[in-house]
T-cell receptor, first 116, second 113 residues
Framework: DAGVIQSPRHEVTEMGQEVTLRCKPI?????LFWYRQTMMRGLELLIY????????DSGMPEDRFSAKMPNASFSTLKIQPSEPRDSAVYFC??????????????FGSGTRLTVV | GENVEQHPSTLSVQEGDSAVIKCTYS??????FPWYKQELGKRPQLIID???NVGEKKDQRIAVTLNKTAKHFSLHITETQPEDSAVYFC????WGGGNKLTFGTGTQLKVEL
Protein backbone atom coordinates (compact mmCIF):
# COMPACT_ATOMS: atom_id res chain seq x y z
CA ASP A 1 0.00 0.00 0.00
CA ALA A 2 1.28 3.48 -0.83
CA GLY A 3 0.14 4.89 2.50
CA VAL A 4 -1.97 7.98 2.96
CA ILE A 5 -1.62 10.21 -0.09
CA GLN A 6 -2.10 13.96 0.09
CA SER A 7 -2.02 16.55 -2.64
CA PRO A 8 -0.71 19.06 -3.30
CA ARG A 9 2.48 18.94 -1.22
CA HIS A 10 2.81 22.71 -1.33
CA GLU A 11 0.27 25.39 -2.04
CA VAL A 12 0.83 29.12 -2.24
CA THR A 13 -2.24 31.22 -2.78
CA GLU A 14 -3.40 34.77 -2.43
CA MET A 15 -5.71 35.88 0.33
CA GLY A 16 -9.33 35.46 -0.65
CA GLN A 17 -8.76 32.55 -2.98
CA GLU A 18 -10.30 29.12 -2.56
CA VAL A 19 -8.00 26.30 -1.56
CA THR A 20 -8.75 22.58 -1.83
CA LEU A 21 -6.63 19.96 -0.16
CA ARG A 22 -7.01 16.31 -1.08
CA CYS A 23 -6.46 13.03 0.71
CA LYS A 24 -6.58 9.35 -0.21
CA PRO A 25 -6.60 7.15 2.90
CA ILE A 26 -5.18 3.66 3.19
CA UNK A 27 -7.53 1.10 1.69
CA UNK A 28 -9.55 -0.63 4.40
CA UNK A 29 -9.17 2.13 6.96
CA UNK A 30 -12.52 3.29 8.31
CA UNK A 31 -11.39 6.51 10.00
CA LEU A 32 -10.04 9.65 8.37
CA PHE A 33 -8.74 12.70 10.23
CA TRP A 34 -7.74 16.19 9.16
CA TYR A 35 -5.16 17.98 11.33
CA ARG A 36 -3.53 21.37 11.14
CA GLN A 37 -0.04 21.91 12.53
CA THR A 38 1.56 25.23 13.44
CA MET A 39 4.39 26.15 15.76
CA MET A 40 2.06 28.11 18.00
CA ARG A 41 -0.82 25.65 18.30
CA GLY A 42 0.79 22.28 17.61
CA LEU A 43 -1.40 19.53 16.14
CA GLU A 44 -5.05 20.56 16.00
CA LEU A 45 -7.79 18.13 15.03
CA LEU A 46 -10.11 19.83 12.56
CA ILE A 47 -12.58 17.08 11.70
CA TYR A 48 -12.81 13.32 11.47
CA UNK A 49 -14.91 10.82 9.57
CA UNK A 50 -15.94 7.26 10.31
CA UNK A 51 -17.12 5.20 7.34
CA UNK A 52 -17.30 8.42 5.30
CA UNK A 53 -19.62 10.12 7.80
CA UNK A 54 -18.39 13.28 9.62
CA UNK A 55 -18.37 12.52 13.33
CA UNK A 56 -16.81 15.56 14.97
CA ASP A 57 -16.17 18.88 13.26
CA SER A 58 -15.83 20.94 16.43
CA GLY A 59 -12.24 21.75 15.53
CA MET A 60 -13.08 23.45 12.26
CA PRO A 61 -12.07 27.07 12.85
CA GLU A 62 -15.01 28.73 11.17
CA ASP A 63 -17.43 28.54 8.30
CA ARG A 64 -14.67 29.21 5.82
CA PHE A 65 -13.55 25.62 6.34
CA SER A 66 -15.46 22.64 5.00
CA ALA A 67 -14.61 18.97 4.53
CA LYS A 68 -16.19 16.15 2.58
CA MET A 69 -15.67 12.45 2.16
CA PRO A 70 -17.78 11.32 -0.81
CA ASN A 71 -16.40 7.77 -0.69
CA ALA A 72 -14.04 5.55 1.27
CA SER A 73 -11.03 6.48 -0.85
CA PHE A 74 -11.18 10.25 -1.04
CA SER A 75 -11.60 13.31 1.14
CA THR A 76 -11.23 17.05 0.62
CA LEU A 77 -10.67 19.98 2.92
CA LYS A 78 -11.69 23.31 1.45
CA ILE A 79 -10.94 26.82 2.64
CA GLN A 80 -12.95 29.62 1.10
CA PRO A 81 -11.94 32.40 1.29
CA SER A 82 -8.40 31.77 2.50
CA GLU A 83 -6.64 34.13 4.92
CA PRO A 84 -2.95 34.51 5.91
CA ARG A 85 -3.66 33.01 9.34
CA ASP A 86 -4.65 29.75 7.61
CA SER A 87 -1.00 29.23 6.67
CA ALA A 88 0.05 25.91 8.21
CA VAL A 89 0.81 22.29 7.39
CA TYR A 90 -2.37 20.28 6.96
CA PHE A 91 -2.13 16.57 7.62
CA CYS A 92 -4.57 13.87 6.71
CA UNK A 93 -4.41 10.60 8.67
CA UNK A 94 -6.30 7.34 8.53
CA UNK A 95 -6.73 4.41 10.87
CA UNK A 96 -8.92 1.41 11.44
CA UNK A 97 -10.68 -0.26 14.31
CA UNK A 98 -11.47 -3.93 14.59
CA UNK A 99 -13.69 -5.63 17.14
CA UNK A 100 -13.52 -2.59 19.40
CA UNK A 101 -9.73 -2.42 19.23
CA UNK A 102 -8.27 0.86 18.02
CA UNK A 103 -5.09 1.26 16.08
CA UNK A 104 -2.74 4.15 15.54
CA UNK A 105 -2.92 6.68 12.78
CA UNK A 106 -0.95 6.68 9.57
CA PHE A 107 -0.30 10.25 8.51
CA GLY A 108 0.07 11.55 5.00
CA SER A 109 3.03 13.71 3.99
CA GLY A 110 1.04 16.86 4.58
CA THR A 111 0.21 19.94 2.52
CA ARG A 112 2.17 23.08 3.36
CA LEU A 113 -0.23 25.97 2.75
CA THR A 114 0.98 29.53 2.48
CA VAL A 115 -1.56 32.30 2.08
CA VAL A 116 -0.05 35.64 1.07
CA GLY B 1 -13.06 15.00 26.95
CA GLU B 2 -9.56 13.64 27.22
CA ASN B 3 -6.69 15.96 28.12
CA VAL B 4 -3.04 14.99 27.63
CA GLU B 5 -0.09 16.88 29.10
CA GLN B 6 3.46 16.23 27.96
CA HIS B 7 6.80 17.11 29.57
CA PRO B 8 9.38 18.35 28.97
CA SER B 9 8.82 20.54 25.94
CA THR B 10 12.53 20.35 25.05
CA LEU B 11 15.13 17.80 26.01
CA SER B 12 18.82 17.77 25.23
CA VAL B 13 20.97 14.70 25.88
CA GLN B 14 24.44 13.52 25.01
CA GLU B 15 24.76 10.73 22.48
CA GLY B 16 24.61 7.38 24.26
CA ASP B 17 22.58 8.70 27.19
CA SER B 18 18.96 7.82 27.89
CA ALA B 19 15.99 10.10 27.29
CA VAL B 20 12.63 9.99 29.06
CA ILE B 21 9.49 11.82 28.03
CA LYS B 22 6.43 11.79 30.27
CA CYS B 23 2.73 12.25 29.63
CA THR B 24 -0.33 12.37 31.84
CA TYR B 25 -3.92 11.87 30.80
CA SER B 26 -7.23 12.75 32.40
CA UNK B 27 -9.69 10.08 31.26
CA UNK B 28 -9.35 6.97 33.41
CA UNK B 29 -11.17 4.98 30.71
CA UNK B 30 -8.45 5.66 28.13
CA UNK B 31 -7.18 2.39 26.71
CA UNK B 32 -4.68 3.08 23.93
CA PHE B 33 -1.49 5.16 24.07
CA PRO B 34 0.65 5.60 20.93
CA TRP B 35 3.85 7.59 20.50
CA TYR B 36 4.79 9.43 17.33
CA LYS B 37 8.11 10.73 16.07
CA GLN B 38 8.21 13.69 13.73
CA GLU B 39 11.47 14.63 12.04
CA LEU B 40 11.88 18.13 10.68
CA GLY B 41 9.66 18.67 7.66
CA LYS B 42 8.28 15.14 7.78
CA ARG B 43 5.05 13.49 8.83
CA PRO B 44 4.47 12.13 12.36
CA GLN B 45 5.19 8.41 12.39
CA LEU B 46 4.03 5.82 14.90
CA ILE B 47 7.02 4.35 16.73
CA ILE B 48 5.45 2.38 19.56
CA ASP B 49 2.12 1.98 21.31
CA UNK B 50 0.73 0.38 24.43
CA UNK B 51 -2.71 -0.72 25.52
CA UNK B 52 -4.24 -0.41 28.96
CA ASN B 53 -3.93 -4.12 29.72
CA VAL B 54 -0.13 -3.95 29.51
CA GLY B 55 2.28 -2.17 31.85
CA GLU B 56 5.35 -2.05 29.64
CA LYS B 57 6.35 -2.65 26.04
CA LYS B 58 9.78 -2.63 24.49
CA ASP B 59 11.08 -2.46 20.94
CA GLN B 60 14.86 -2.43 20.66
CA ARG B 61 16.05 0.89 22.17
CA ILE B 62 12.55 2.20 22.74
CA ALA B 63 10.22 1.31 25.60
CA VAL B 64 6.94 2.65 26.89
CA THR B 65 5.57 2.25 30.41
CA LEU B 66 2.03 2.81 31.59
CA ASN B 67 0.80 3.50 35.12
CA LYS B 68 -3.00 3.39 35.01
CA THR B 69 -3.40 4.25 38.68
CA ALA B 70 -1.45 7.47 38.30
CA LYS B 71 -2.71 8.02 34.74
CA HIS B 72 0.68 8.58 33.23
CA PHE B 73 2.82 6.93 30.59
CA SER B 74 6.39 7.46 29.52
CA LEU B 75 8.67 6.94 26.54
CA HIS B 76 12.19 5.72 27.24
CA ILE B 77 14.93 5.85 24.62
CA THR B 78 18.23 4.19 25.54
CA GLU B 79 21.64 4.63 23.90
CA THR B 80 20.44 7.71 22.07
CA GLN B 81 21.82 8.47 18.61
CA PRO B 82 21.79 11.68 16.54
CA GLU B 83 19.03 10.23 14.35
CA ASP B 84 16.78 10.14 17.41
CA SER B 85 16.66 13.95 17.27
CA ALA B 86 13.04 14.86 16.45
CA VAL B 87 9.78 15.98 18.01
CA TYR B 88 7.99 13.24 19.91
CA PHE B 89 4.23 13.28 20.54
CA CYS B 90 2.31 11.15 22.97
CA UNK B 91 -1.40 10.51 22.50
CA UNK B 92 -4.29 8.84 24.28
CA UNK B 93 -7.54 7.27 23.13
CA UNK B 94 -10.23 8.32 25.57
CA TRP B 95 -13.62 6.80 26.24
CA GLY B 96 -15.98 7.08 23.32
CA GLY B 97 -14.97 9.33 20.45
CA GLY B 98 -14.46 6.48 18.03
CA ASN B 99 -10.81 6.20 17.09
CA LYS B 100 -10.04 9.80 18.01
CA LEU B 101 -6.68 10.42 19.67
CA THR B 102 -5.81 13.37 21.87
CA PHE B 103 -2.20 14.45 21.35
CA GLY B 104 0.27 16.00 23.75
CA THR B 105 2.04 19.22 22.80
CA GLY B 106 5.26 17.50 21.78
CA THR B 107 8.85 17.21 23.05
CA GLN B 108 11.77 18.47 20.98
CA LEU B 109 14.57 15.97 21.60
CA LYS B 110 18.08 16.93 20.61
CA VAL B 111 20.86 14.37 20.79
CA GLU B 112 24.23 16.09 20.90
CA LEU B 113 27.48 14.54 19.77
Amino acid sequence: DAGVIQSPRHEVTEMGQEVTLRCKPISGHDYLFWYRQTMMRGLELLIYFNNNVPIDDSGMPEDRFSAKMPNASFSTLKIQPSEPRDSAVYFCASSFSSGGTNYGYTFGSGTRLTVV
Amino acid sequence: GENVEQHPSTLSVQEGDSAVIKCTYSDSASNYFPWYKQELGKRPQLIIDIRSNVGEKKDQRIAVTLNKTAKHFSLHITETQPEDSAVYFCAAKGWGGGNKLTFGTGTQLKVEL
